[in-house]
């Protein structure tokens, strides 16, 4: 049985597609969640989370192969140290280095005709307003520390300026080999939303969208997306030589997806599309990385033949020490991701993920709504 290696900020939903895939895992993470997947080894969690401590961890463990998750892509040499002397299933880190390069990645699309934001490094020039523009991390993550910027300020170091677009964000999740890409997922994504306990620019969820039914010109324009957002994709594995499981966050204009950034790697709706399509992904995933094998998976038929499928990150709004958490183990369809009883959270860390099946994606948001409400007021006891 081969043994694989997986490390990131949250290894739960990765870990558990490997174990059902049939690997022997071992897992290193931030959390130590109490639902991971019982023949998960998992390491004792970082709670102090960096990807150079989680590649040093990672050298004691004797694996066949790693997986790195978030938030190793910000980190091409902490990729070397986790991989040395074993298989890397994923990125090589000078593919990460260019893909995560905010200008080589607009430059190539807007070379290949598709929609990306403008980009400076610094703001020397006279179309650098207020209210136009991003700050945003040059190692961002999850919406994380961006901010709409003030010209007044100066840009903090280690920061850059992107155009800000108008428009719902998404995503589009797919598997790559041999130059080719094929798409497994497309989502709608929740970003800054109080009922999470999210804000500002905070990724706080993924609603997989169905496909629309029986409005004809909605219909189409969904589909046109869909398709569009599949060409982005092959766009970035053609230019960037990318393998695996890799994901493209945009903003929708009309059918046109505007590229905002690359994760490199497993992102948090691919558990999404295990969920709604039946697809294994970690399967996928190692399938492309050993034998450059794409799976046999047409995304526009898989979704019209499922509903919605989404997850909220629920976020602490003040700090809380969770009670009996095992409770909620009984509740695994739809809630993940458990903090171990006893668990000291801060206010605006995550909690766990709440799940949620609907026909279509409103009610799949107005699921995890009332879900949300629900567990809130749960912590809401336990802070009393």
């Known amino acids: 049985m081969t043994h694989v ?25 931030a959390f130590g969640d109490l639902d991971q997947h019982p023949s998960v080894r998992g390491l004792a969690p970082l709670h102090n989370f960096t990807a150079r401590a989680a590649a040093r961890a990672a050298r004691t463990v004797e694996c066949d192969a790693v997986v ?25 880190p000078e593919t990460v280095r260019r893909v995560r390069d905010p200008l080589i990645l607009a430059e190539a699309l807007r070379r290949r005709g598709f929609s990306a934001p403008e980009v400076r490094l610094k703001p020397d020039t006279a179309d650098v307003t207020a209210d136009k523009w991003l700050v945003k991390p040059l190692a961002s993550g999850g919406g994380q520390r ?4 003030d010209p007044a300020t100066i840009l903090p170091p280690g920061c850059y300026l992107q155009e800000l677009i108008d428009g719902p964000a998404g995503s589009v999740v797919f598997v790559a080999a041999g130059g080719l890409a094929v798409p ?30 029986d409005n004809a010109q909605e219909f189409s324009r969904d589909e046109a997306l869909v398709e569009a957002a ?7 594995v053609d230019e960037f030589g990318l393998v695996g499981v890799n994901g493209i966050d945009f903003i929708a204009r009309g059918v ?47 979704r ?20 009996d958490t095992r409770t909620w183990l009984t509740k695994h369809e739809s809630i993940r ?18 799940l949620a099946d609907a026909p279509d994606a409103l009610t799949c948001h107005g699921a995890l709504l009332e879900s949300a409400s629900r567990l809130y007021a749960q912590l809401e006891a336990w802070c009393a």
Not at 7 to 23: D, I, P
Not at 146 to 149: A, E, S
Not at 184 to 204: D, H, K, M, T, W
Request: aromatic letters at 8%; glycine letters at 10%; a neutral charge.
């Open 256 to 302: 046109e997806p505007c590229a905002i950034e690359v994760n490199p790697r497993w992102c948090a709706s691919m558990e999404l599309v295990e969920r709604a399509y039946g697809l294994s992904v970690f399967e996928a995933h190692a399938s492309a990385c050993t034998f450059g094998r794409l799976p046999d998976f047409d995304l526009v038929r898989a």
């Open 146 to 149: 961006i901010r709409c910027w």
């Open 68 to 92: 790195y998750l978030s938030s190793f892509e910000n980190h091409p040499k902490a990729i070397m140290t986790l991989a040395e002397g074993r298989a890397l299933w994923g990125n090589s």
């Open 184 to 213: 497994i997922g497309v989502s709608r994504q929740l970003v800054g939303e109080p009922a999470f306990g999210a804000e500002g620019f905070e990724y706080c969820g993924n609603i997989l969208t169905a496909a629309l039914g």
């Open 5 to 29: 290696l997986v490390a990131g900020v949250s290894t739960r939903a990765a870990a558990e597609s490997a174990a059902r895939a049939g690997f022997a895992v071992t897992a290193i993470d």
């Open 337 to 354: 991701d458990i903090p171990r009883p006893g668990a000291s959270i801060s206010s605006g860390r995550p909690v766990c993920t709440i």
């Open 304 to 323: 019209r033949g499922a509903g919605a499928a989404g997850k909220a990150v629920i976020y602490a709004r003040r700090d809380v020490t969770v009670g």
């Open 230 to 236: 599949g060409a982005l994709a092959q766009a970035v």
